[in-house]
């Protein structure tokens, strides 16, 4: 149980182009996923809270126009990169929280590699 | 502000080693949770512990949650060339909040 997808895995894109990433939380219903980035043997760095039926919650510093994220349905969020540059070629890996799990449990994803050439 | 302090940042050990990782801070949490992760991949849930003092183990690996809830390590007993990974703490301020995570440990376990 507890198993959530990522798509694409892996993505390589053309400078000024958006790419689209999904998170699927395949077993159980999730009425919060979150998006994080990290970048080469460092930890992950929360980017923004989703919450199902509501705007996402950015965290300081990170641009709420570049970074979309939508999470239309208690299984699914989407994190679509805007107008990607080199400088957003990172690891972005999602999590979800269960609606039926406590102490704050968050399942991951296999993240998705993106390079922006 | 890093909520979180882990230590060591790395670690090279041999086989059958022991070892022990420290999760620190100032701050006390409602619940807090080790990860492993592999390259290329996500982190991967090891243990959640909620209650001051609790101890888990999980077969070679023992957790244990300072009795003030600021605080945790992860020791590995005899060490084995699968354990190598990059080790986690995370943990919440309150029930429902994202999650604060450490800087990692990467242990490379060899042979």
């Known amino acids: 149980g507890a198993v959530v997808s990522q798509h694409p895995s892996r993505v390589i894109c053309k400078s000024g182009t958006s790419v689209k990433i999904e998170c699927r939380s395949l077993d159980f219903q999730a009425t919060t996923m979150f998006w994080y980035r990290q970048f080469p043997k460092q930890s992950l760095m929360l980017m923004a809270t989703?919450?199902?039926?509501?705007?996402?919650?950015?965290e300081q510093g990170v641009e709420k126009d570049k970074f979309l994220i939508n999470h239309a349905s208690l299984t699914l969020s989407t994190l679509t990169v805007t107008s990607a540059h080199p400088e957003d070629s990172s690891f972005y890996i999602c999590?979800?929280?269960?609606?039926?799990?406590?102490?704050?449990?968050?399942?991951f994803g296999p993240g998705t590699r993106l390079t922006v050439l | 502000t890093q909520l979180l302090e882990q230590s060591p940042q790395f670690l090279s050990i041999q086989e059958g080693e022991n070892l022990t990782v420290y999760c620190n801070s100032s701050?006390?949490?409602?619940?807090l949770q080790w990860y492993r992760q592999e390259p290329g991949e996500g982190p991967v849930l090891l243990v959640t512990?909620?209650?001051?003092?609790e101890v888990k183990k999980l077969k070679r690996l023992t957790f244990q949650f300072g009795d003030a809830r600021k605080d945790s390590s992860l020791h590995i007993t005899a060490a084995q060339p699968g354990d190598t990974g990059l080790y986690l703490c995370?943990?919440?301020?309150?029930?429902?909040?994202?999650?604060?995570f450490g800087k990692g440990t990467s242990l490379l376990v060899t042979p």
């Open positions: 999590s979800a929280k269960s609606t039926s799990g406590g102490y704050n449990e968050q399942f």
């Open positions: 995370a943990g919440a301020l309150y029930s429902g909040y994202a999650l604060n």
């Open positions: 989703s919450n199902e039926g509501s705007k996402a919650t950015y």
């Open positions: 701050s006390v949490f409602s619940s």
């Open positions: 512990v909620v209650t001051g003092g």
